[in-house]
Nanobody
Framework: QVHLVESGGGLVQAGGSVLLSCAAS????????MSWYRQAPGLQRELVAS???????YIADSVKGRSTISTDNAKNTVLLQMNNVKFEDPAVYYC???????????????WGRGTQVTVSS
């Protein structure tokens, strides 16, 4: 069993910053990838940022230059720092984890419940 705990969502003033956190816990050997997706009502889910175990990272063009993704490996946690929040950023943000499971029949991909980010003027 693997659990993802997300935090950091809420109401953010335009131009402000938000820090999203996702911590993985449970039984697994290691984590291959941790990512943040977002989905606004009526729209498809899109990848915001991703980071792999070897340190490679990806930032979507929509948030590039104002967002940073990082990990705390000791805590199995991924962080998304988003600055200069804009009106196009409101969405439910979901944590995604791809891991190496203990048993071959076990699930290796997990989604968080999602955390809402709302922007005010």
């Amino acid at each position: 069993q693997v659990h993802l705990v997300e935090s950091g969502g809420g109401l953010v003033q335009a131009g402000g910053s938000v820090l999203l956190s996702c911590a993985a816990s449970g039984t697994f050997h290691s984590i291959n990838e941790m990512s943040w997706y977002r989905q606004a009502p009526g729209l498809q889910r899109e990848l915001v940022a991703s980071i792999t175990s070897n340190g490679n990272s990806y930032i979507a063009d929509s948030v590039k230059g104002r967002s940073t993704i990082s990990t705390d490996n000791a805590k199995n946690t991924v962080l998304l720092q988003m600055n200069n929040v804009k009106f196009e950023d409101p969405a439910v943000y979901y944590c995604y984890v791809d891991l190496n499971e203990v048993y071959y029949w076990d699930q290796r991909r997990y989604w968080g419940r999602g955390t809402q980010v709302t922007v005010s003027s």
